[in-house]
């Protein structure tokens, strides 16, 4: 089993920026899709960045030229640089991972607070 810990969220006032990060236990195998989702209220779950198989990106549109995900294999640890934030940006964001390596996985981390306000 695998665990993810994110760190690095806090309170930012609008226009900050932040760079929450993501840590697995261990190297992680057969990876499909590594990234960061978040749930405002009232919300449904939304990818916000993350890497796909074959080290390409995807982000969602609402945080296009603002976000920026990147990842330290030697540590086993996945960025998301967050800039230009907006209230808007408000959640908790998790972690996550998942793939094939003789069985399907999906590991989540426990999750980061991430308030943008004056």
């Known amino acids: 089993q695998v665990q993810l810990v994110e760190s690095g969220g806090g309170l930012v006032q609008p226009g900050g920026s932040l760079r929450p990060s993501c840590a697995a236990s261990?190297?992680?195998?057969?990876?499909?899709?590594m990234g960061w989702y978040r749930r405002a209220p009232g919300l449904q779950r939304e990818l916000v960045a993350a890497?796909?198989?074959?080290?390409?990106?995807n982000y969602a549109d609402s945080v296009k030229g603002r976000f920026n995900i990147s990842r330290d294999d030697a540590k086993n640890t996945v960025y998301l640089q967050m800039n230009s934030l907006k209230p808007e940006d408000t959640t908790v964001y998790y972690c996550?991972?998942?793939?094939?390596?003789?069985?399907?996985?999906?590991?989540w981390g426990q999750g980061t607070q991430v308030t943008v306000s004056s």
């Open positions: 996550q991972a998942e793939g094939s390596w003789y069985r399907p996985y999906e590991y």
């Open positions: 261990r190297i992680i195998f057969g990876v499909n899709v």
């Open positions: 890497f796909t198989n074959g080290g390409s990106t």
